[in-house]
């Protein structure tokens, strides 16, 4: 029997709990329901709307809490939050949900953000190292096994992809992205993208997107973080920001500016960024969230006098939240009071804001995202650790194997695995994985010990360490080489030696494991060396003097498993390089689709001797990169046919095929990335001498022939034109198909009027 008092404790608890929502109709639309919302708000609440923290434990910028700011509960209880980053967990999620929906005047849900960049719990690897896959789909699975666990965690907001084309590996951040190449980059952006936020940002599942770093953060001079990025308004066009348009065109939900000013103007203020390119050009409605202090920061910068200046430019250009600078929470109510600020520029972001937490469905269940039972089943399950192995398998990219020698034949009586990295497993999560477990991942020592057979021992040797050029340890570990059959070198970058933050002016190995490598080599038995290293590594010698090389990045989770699954030949290396490795510092930058020069220098020193001098190369080493773009070999061998093309002209709106046909005449079944670059060779400006316009990965099994077919259209063949128009022009094209930037068969077509 419903009595009166429960009616009317029923009405009263409806009516005090949301007021805001209470007075629309159901059927009112979310925009109706936003302007109800605004209309309500008072300033300081609209400025609350715009304020992200970070939580306690997981600190990934510079500003730290005050006494006040990290009194939470309160916080949100008074509005002035629109969520936390970098805060997890089901119950604590839910607690503070619950204060927003239940104790504050308006009842706005919170958004929880935080950054999985590769992985929550079950770490993948590392982005540069996942791109080295150039599997598209299993790059957004990975991305979407993400999204499943972070979200029953209660996270609902991603600060990823990060989609920032790197050059300059001196960079640490070039371990968060997807490499140098800008289709290449395009495409897994958008699988990264997909990944995340599936097809509804309402499935609890799965979360919203945030492209980072708008833009051109990736052309920080000398590949120093956080300087200053100054590229052609061409450049940026073509190289920076494509990606970032793929990605918004699979839907991205928010962006994220970059700390770098460009042309003299801090991503976070940047009108022609914020305004004329991602407003009104791509038409992007989304919401816009700086970056960590960013807004703060263009007082250092010099492009804001003080912090209410930093406000009105950042948020007149349109970036929407405050990120850990607390200005737009302390100064809005007041700029917007004093008139310096219009209150339109303020309701417009909180639109933006309000509408990301409709369009995740936490108006309709705050709770969606906090989901106790899920976390229990998803986080770490057997299908995401499976998962994170076979991601790991396909990124790793087999630079070297002189004679075949991996995989590793069972014969091995005694196999040493020798180096700083080999018994490590906190490395093993890579740079930007502050979820994951220290105690988690398969470290490369264990990752061996699991696979070799019963017959073969493994012994093991630090060798030296990672951050200091003691010797000390160096002839003990000879004798442990001396006395196997094999040695494994596990070599190379710690986690934090990239990443955030973790430029390097030297980028060869680290401390003294170049000399460890240099003496075990000495020892008299073969040597293969596994690297581990969020950036291309000027590693020359060991080209020149070991065996087999094995990149594999920082892989994760499952990272001595993968390893041992590869070199044992349970898996065929597959992996491609999405980043050049120069032979030398001074190179940098250095790509694959540079320009040809007035003086271009072939670099096979087989010109007349006349030739040599007035060209563009060095006088003391190679032009030449230590491995091309797009670089990896395979335990078997792919032979390419010529490539054959079904037509030699071609009009615009017509497309050309070109074929090719891959042929496996090696002993392994194998994955092969087959590359197809075009090269316009006349323009209204200068053309790069190659450009990746497509890629296929394929399956040919050992003794199978494959026909591989690319068509080519106007798409393929359009460029930032000399008026800065983007279309075609007719000309010469050269095809270029192969196995990697450098090693392509060519065919030309002319694009007739
Ligand atoms: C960091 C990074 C950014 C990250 C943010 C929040 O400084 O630049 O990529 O999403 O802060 O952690």
């Known amino acids: 029997m419903t009595s009166l008092k429960n009616v009317l404790l029923a009405f009263c608890i409806t009516w005090v709990i949301t007021p805001a929502l209470a007075q629309q109709k159901p059927s009112a639309s979310v925009d109706q329901k936003i302007e109800a919302l605004i209309s309500q708000m008072t300033i300081e609440e609209k400025a609350g709307q715009l304020n992200i923290v970070v939580g306690e434990t997981i600190n990934t910028g510079p500003t730290m809490h005050t006494a006040e700011s990290k009194k939470f509960d309160e916080q949100i209880r008074a509005g002035k939050l629109t969520g936390l980053f970098n805060v997890y967990g089901a119950a604590y999620t839910k607690r503070l949900q619950k204060i927003a929906v239940e104790e504050s005047r308006l009842h706005i849900p919170l958004l929880f953000g935080a950054d999985i960049i590769h992985g929550f719990k079950t770490v993948t690897p590392i ?44 960079w640490g951040r070039i371990s968060e992205g997807a490499g140098e190449d800008t289709y290449l980059g395009s495409r897994i952006a958008e699988a990264r993208v ?43 066009q073509e190289i920076y920001l494509p990606p970032f348009k793929a990605a918004i065109d ?52 010099g492009s804001s006098a003080d912090g209410s200046k930093a406000v009105i430019h950042s948020l007149e250009a349109g970036t929407d939240m405050d990120m850990m600078s607390y200005l737009y929470i302390s100064k809005i109510p007041e700029l917007v009071k004093a008139g310096s600020l219009d209150v339109k520029y303020v309701d417009a972001a909180v639109r933006r804001i309000l509408k990301l937490k409709f369009d995740l469905g936490l108006f309709d269940n705050a709770y969606l995202y906090s989901d106790e039972v899920r976390e229990k089943k998803e986080v770490r399950s057997k299908e995401n650790i499976a998962l994170a192995r076979e991601v790991a398998r396909k990124s790793m990219v087999l630079l070297k194997n002189d004679n075949g020698l991996l995989p590793l034949r069972s014969s091995y009586k005694k196999i040493a695995v020798i180096g700083p990295l080999a ?12 979820f994951g477990e220290a105690t988690h991942p398969v470290s490369v020592l264990q990752g061996i010990k699991a696979r ?46 990239n990443g955030e933050a973790a430029s390097r002016a030297d980028i060869g190995l680290p401390g003294v494991q170049e000399d460890l490598v240099k003496m075990i080599s000495k020892s008299g038995k073969p040597v293969v060396v596994v690297l581990l290293n969020g950036r291309p590594l000027t590693m020359e010698w060991l080209d020149q003097n070991v065996p087999a090389i094995l990149e594999t990045w920082t892989l994760g989770s499952e990272a001595g498993n993968a390893v041992a699954d590869v070199l044992f030949g349970d898996y065929n290396p597959s992996g491609k390089l999405p980043v050049t490795f120069p032979r030398h510092v001074g190179q940098i930058p250095i790509y694959y689709n540079h320009k040809n020069t007035g003086r271009p220098y072939s670099g096979t020193n087989n010109e007349p001797a006349s030739d040599r001098v007035y060209v563009s190369k060095y006088r003391d080493i190679k032009n030449t990169p230590l491995y091309p773009f797009g670089y990896g070999l395979s335990y078997t061998t792919f032979t390419y046919s010529e490539v054959t093309l079904n037509k030699a002209t071609m009009k615009n709106g017509e497309q050309i095929e070109a074929t090719v046909t891959v042929t496996n005449n090696g002993n392994y079944d194998g994955e092969e990335v087959v590359q197809l670059y075009l090269h316009d060779l006349v323009g209204s400006v200068t053309r790069p001498v190659k450009e990746l316009k497509g890629f296929q990965k394929v399956m040919i099994r050992k003794g199978e022939a494959k026909k591989i077919t690319f068509t080519i259209t106007d798409k393929e063949l359009t460029f930032l ?15 270029l198909v192969g196995t990697n930037s450098d090693a392509v068969k060519k065919k030309s077509f002319e694009l007739v009027k």
């Open 423 to 434: 018994d490590n497993k906190e490395d093993m999560n890579g740079s930007w994985s502050f």
């Open 250 to 301: 699979a839907g991205a939900a928010t962006v994220m500016p970059s700390f770098n000013e460009l042309d003299g103007v801090p991503a976070t203020a940047n009108r022609h960024l914020l305004q004329d390119i991602l407003r009104k050009q791509w038409n992007f409605n989304g919401a816009v969230i700086s970056d960590y202090g960013a807004v703060g920061e263009m007082i250092n910068h």
């Open 721 to 735: 034109r000399g008026d800065m128009t983007w279309g075609t022009e007719p000309g010469m094209f050269e095809v």
């Open 194 to 236: 997909k990944g995340f936020q599936g097809d509804k940002l309402s499935d609890p599942a799965t979360m919203a997107a945030c492209l980072k770093h708008f833009a051109a953060y990736g052309a920080a001079e000398a590949g120093r973080d956080y300087n200053t990025a100054d590229i052609s308004e061409r450049v940026l």
């Open 452 to 497: 070799v057979p019963a017959s073969t021992e493994v012994v093991y040797h630090p060798g030296c360490n990672l951050f200091d050029n003691s010797r000390d340890k160096m002839t003990e570990a000879m004798t442990t080489a001396q006395g196997a059959d094999l040695t494994l070198l596990v070599v190379g970058e710690s986690a934090v030696m």
């Open 127 to 170: 982005p540069l190292g996942e791109a080295a896959s150039w599997d598209l789909d299993l790059i957004r699975r990975s991305a979407q096994m993400a999204a499943r666990e972070a979200t029953s965690a209660g996270i609902n907001l991603n600060f990823a992809p990060m989609m920032d084309i790197s050059r300059d590996p001196r």
